[in-house]
C-alpha cells in the first residue's frame, strides 16, 4: 500500500501547487469558464477620487493566436471592474477569447449607457475585426466591418463623438513611393500611411477618408533615414498613428507616434493645419514629448486649444526622458509665434517608462485617470496633482492597451446564475451552499434565496445575504432541492431572477465519507422545517424580506466569520472527497498505477498549467506590429 499512498501525498502535493500557482486569477462556481484577472489596489485618498467603474481589456500577446485544442478558459477580451478592483462584468466569453482594444463606456448614445471596443482581426483573416457598439444589457447592437480596402479594423481607435452619430477609426494603407526626397532617385519603396475615416453610426458606412501620405514627409520620421533599405509590401511604418479626435468645428487631431508630432487637420480640404512637437514644430515650446498617445481635444475653440496626450517619452529600444506622463498642454494659434505651455503634468507614480500603449482621460470632477498599459497599471490624481489612487493587475503576463473609467449602469439580459450543491457526513447535518453572481449588474445590494418542493412549486424564501463581491455565497440548513436566487438593490426593488435550479449531489459522496443511505434521502420540504430552529431561521429570512431590503448592510463580524468558516469547511470537504474518489480508484488500480501516477504528477508539477493564456514569446513587443495588414 505504500505506493498508492505517495501517489495519493503527490496528488494532493499537486492540488495545491496548482492552486499557489494560478492565484493571480479569479475563478467562480457560477462562471467556470472565465478567469477573470485579479487587480492590486492602492489608495492614498479615496475621498478625492471620483466615482465610477474600471474599463480593461486586458491580452497576453498584441497579435491574433491561431486555433488551438488546448482547452483555454476566458481570460482575455473586456472586463469591468469597480474601484476596489472587483469583478463586474467580464464580456470574454462573448468575444471567443479574441483580443478585444479600446474598451469604454458611451454616453451620448440616446438616453441609455452604452459599450463600445473594436474586435481585432481574426488570426485567419475569415474576418477583418469589427468596430461594436452594445447596450447596457450587453447585447451587441452594431457590429461595422472594416471595407476591405482600408485594411483591418485597426486596434488603436474606436471613437464615438459626443453627436452619438459619429465615429472616428484609424487606417494603415499600403503605397509605393519614390525616394527622390531622400537623394535616392530613380529608387521606391512601400510604405504604411497613418490616415482615418469617419462612420456614420446608422448606416454603418464611411462618409471621410484623410490619409497622410502626400501630406507628411518620410523626412519627418524619426524610424526612417536616407540609409534605410526599401521593402516590399507591406512597407515601411513611418508614421504610426494612433489616435485620432473630432472638435466642434469640424477639425481633427491625430497622433503620429513616429514623428513625436500631433497633427491638426482641416474638416473643409484635409490640408495641416499645424504640428505640435517634432521636428517640424508650429509652436513656441518649452517642453517636449515623443513617442506619445492618445491625443484628445479638452477644450477648443478656432484659436485656442487644450489637449492631452500620454507622453511615453520612450520605445522598445530608447527613452528621451526619465519618466512617462499625462500632459495637459494649452495652446494658442492667433499669437506669432504660435504657443504651446503644459498646463497639467501627471508623472507615472512610480518614476517608470511606459514605452509601448496607454491614454489619458480628463474625469468630470477634473480628476485626471491614466492607463498605463503594462500589467493594467492604473493611476487617479486630484487636480492639484496628488495621486489618489494606484492599481495595477496581479499577474505580470498580461497588459491592457488602454484603460477607462466613467459611471455605468449594468443592466444585463441573461438572468442571474445560481449553482447549489448540497453536502454533509449523513441525514442529520446536511446543508444546501448557494453560489449566485450576475455577469454585469451593478446595483445589487443582496440577494434573496428561494426554495421549493418541486420545480414548478410555490418558492419560500429561505434567507438573505448582503452582495460582497461578485458571487456571493450563500448556506442554508437542509437538503432544498429546487432553488432560486433574487437579486434586489439599496431600496428592496427586486432587479432579476435567476433560473429554478436543481442542487447537486456530490459525486462519489460515500467515499468522501457520507454515513447515511443515499437511497433513502430525500429533499426537505421547505415549507416544513424539520426542527424549531430552522423554523425561527426561516421567519427571520421572512421578517427582513418584508422591510423591503431596505436594510441590507455589510455582514456584521461575527457573520462574516461564520460564513468565512463555513466556505472553509465547503472546500476542504469537496477536497476531501476529490481525494477519496482517487484514493479508491489507487487502491483497485494497484502498485503498478501508484507507481506511475507518482511519476506523472511528479513531472506534471513541472509543467505550465496549460489553461493559463501565457504569451508565446518573450521578446519585447515591436509597436510596427499593432496592426494587421496583408
Known amino acids: 500500500m505504500i505506493f498508492p499512498i505517495v501517489a495519493l501525498l503527490q496528488l494532493v502535493l499537486t492540488a495545491f501547487a496548482q492552486s499557489s500557482a494560478d492565484d493571480d486569477l479569479m475563478s467562480f462556481v457560477t462562471l467556470p469558464g472565465v478567469r477573470a484577472l485579479k487587480y492590486e489596489v492602492y489608495y492614498k485618498d479615496r475621498n478625492r477620487v471620483s466615482p465610477g467603474y474600471w474599463f480593461v481589456a486586458p491580452y497576453g500577446k498584441i497579435d491574433p493566436e491561431p486555433a488551438s485544442q488546448q482547452y483555454k478558459p476566458y481570460q482575455i477580451g473586456p472586463y469591468i471592474y469597480d474601484g476596489d478592483g472587483m469583478l463586474i462584468w467580464a464580456g470574454s466569453p462573448m468575444f471567443d477569447n479574441r483580443n478585444i482594444f479600446d474598451f469604454k463606456a458611451v454616453h451620448s448614445i440616446g438616453d441609455k449607457p452604452h459599450l463600445s471596443l473594436v474586435w481585432q482581426i481574426a488570426y485567419d483573416h475569415s474576418d477583418n475585426g469589427y468596430g461594436v457598439i452594445l447596450d447596457n444589457a450587453y ?167 487644450v489637449i492631452s496626450l500620454l507622453n511615453n517619452a520612450s520605445d522598445e529600444y530608447s527613452n528621451d526622458e526619465d519618466v512617462s506622463s499625462a500632459l495637459f498642454i494649452e495652446l494658442d494659434t492667433s499669437a506669432s509665434p504660435k504657443t504651446a505651455k503644459v498646463i497639467r503634468r501627471h508623472n507615472r507614480p512610480d518614476g517608470g517608462l511606459t514605452r509601448l500603449r496607454g491614454n489619458t482621460q480628463l474625469l468630470p470632477n477634473n480628476n485626471v485617470f491614466v492607463g498605463w498599459s503594462e500589467r493594467g497599471y492604473i493611476s487617479e490624481f486630484s487636480p492639484e496633482g496628488d495621486t489618489l489612487l494606484n492599481a495595477n493587475f496581479v499577474s505580470s503576463r498580461y497588459s491592457t492597451y488602454r484603460a477607462y473609467k466613467f459611471e455605468f449602469t449594468g443592466r444585463p439580459s441573461a438572468p442571474p446564475d445560481l449553482v447549489a450543491s448540497v453536502w454533509g457526513t449523513d441525514q442529520t447535518d446536511l446543508s444546501t451552499t448557494f453560489y449566485v453572481s450576475w455577469n454585469g449588474a451593478t446595483d445589487i445590494a443582496g440577494w434573496n434565496f428561494y426554495a421549493r418542493a418541486a420545480k414548478n412549486g410555490h418558492p419560500i424564501l429561505i434567507g438573505n445575504a448582503t452582495k460582497t463581491d461578485f458571487e456571493t455565497m450563500f448556506i442554508a440548513r437542509g437538503y432544498l432541492d429546487w432553488v432560486t436566487a433574487e437579486a434586489v438593490d439599496n431600496e428592496g426593488r427586486v432587479l432579476g ?24 434521502l430525500n429533499p426537505d420540504d421547505p415549507k416544513a422545517p424539520k426542527s424549531s430552529d430552522d423554523k425561527q431561521t426561516i421567519a427571520d429570512a421572512e421578517a427582513d424580506n418584508s422591510k423591503n431590503n431596505n436594510n441590507l448592510q455589510s455582514p456584521r463580524p461575527a457573520d462574516a466569520e461564520v460564513k468565512e468558516i463555513a466556505q472553509l469547511a465547503h472546500e476542504t470537504y469537496d477536497l476531501v472527497r476529490n481525494v477519496s474518489g482517487v484514493f479508491v480508484l489507487i487502491v483497485l488500480c494497484g502498485i503498478v498505477s501508484g507507481i506511475a501516477a507518482s511519476i506523472y504528477l511528479c513531472f506534471r508539477r513541472r509543467i505550465t498549467q496549460p489553461y493559463k493564456h501565457v504569451p508565446s514569446d518573450d521578446v519585447p513587443e515591436e509597436e510596427i506590429r499593432l496592426h494587421s495588414v496583408e
Do not use: C
Not at 267 to 296: C, N, P, V
Open 497 to 520: 431572477t435567476s433560473r429554478v435550479q436543481r442542487s447537486r449531489i456530490p459525486d462519489n459522496w460515500v467515499a468522501a465519507g457520507f454515513k447515511g443511505d443515499l437511497k433513502t
Open 139 to 305: 447585447d451587441i447592437k452594431k457590429k461595422i466591418p472594416m471595407p476591405d480596402e482600408y485594411g483591418a479594423f485597426d486596434i488603436h481607435e474606436f471613437n464615438i463623438l459626443d453627436d452619438g452619430k459619429t465615429a472616428m477609426a484609424i487606417t494603415y494603407r499600403e503605397h509605393e513611393i519614390a525616394l527622390d526626397t531622400m537623394d535616392r532617385p530613380g529608387e521606391h519603396t512601400h510604405v504604411l500611411s497613418g490616415g482615418f475615416v469617419k462612420i456614420d453610426l446608422n448606416s454603418e458606412k464611411i462618409n471621410y477618408v484623410w490619409d497622410g501620405v502626400d501630406k507628411v514627409a518620410l523626412s519627418e520620421s524619426v524610424t526612417v533615414n536616407k540609409e534605410t533599405p526599401p521593402v516590399g509590401p507591406p512597407g515601411w511604418d513611418y508614421v504610426h498613428i494612433n489616435s485620432i479626435d473630432k472638435n466642434d468645428d469640424g477639425d481633427y487631431i491625430i497622433s503620429y507616434r513616429f514623428t513625436n508630432t500631433i497633427y491638426m487637420i482641416s474638416g473643409q480640404d484635409g490640408h495641416i493645419m499645424w504640428r505640435l512637437g517634432g521636428q517640424y514644430t508650429d509652436f513656441e515650446q518649452d517642453f517636449t514629448f515623443s513617442k506619445q498617445h492618445d491625443a484628445k481635444f479638452i477644450e477648443s475653440n478656432g484659436t485656442h486649444h
